[in-house]
Nanobody, 125 residues
């Protein structure tokens, strides 16, 4: 059974940094694309960043490009989102997710079959 357990997040002032981590268990972590999504109140869940199974390919939403960095450690079965220069528009619940099929580099939310529990990130201005 696949489980994704998130840690990190919290309250930070605008301009500050936070680090989110996601620990995976079950399945062969190194063969699956991982991603971070976020959902702000009243909005749908949007894609933030993606990293391919080997870490060689990454994607960032335009709104976070240059500020956020996604990385993974396949030896530790973890994926991390480093968030810098945070602003109020980054306030949301953040979710890590694992693709449903191995070796599938996808930006489509529907292709992600497993989700973490969600972590609140609040940026105060």
């Amino acid at each position: 059974q696949v489980q994704l357990v998130q840690s990190g997040g919290g309250l930070v002032q605008a301009g500050g940094s936070l680090r989110l981590s996601c620990a995976a268990s079950g399945g062969t972590f190194s063969t699956y694309t991982m991603a971070w999504f976020r959902q702000a109140p009243g909005n749908g869940r949007e894609l933030v960043a993606v990293v391919s199974w080997g870490g060689g390919n990454t994607y960032y939403a335009d709104s976070v490009k240059g500020r956020f960095t996604i990385s993974r450690d396949n030896a530790k079965n973890t994926v991390t989102l480093q968030m810098n220069s945070l602003n109020s528009e980054d306030t949301a619940v953040y979710y890590c997710a694992r693709a449903g099929r191995s070796y599938d580099y996808t930006l489509n939310k529907r292709d992600y079959a497993y989700w973490g529990q969600g972590t609140q990130v609040t940026v105060s201005s």
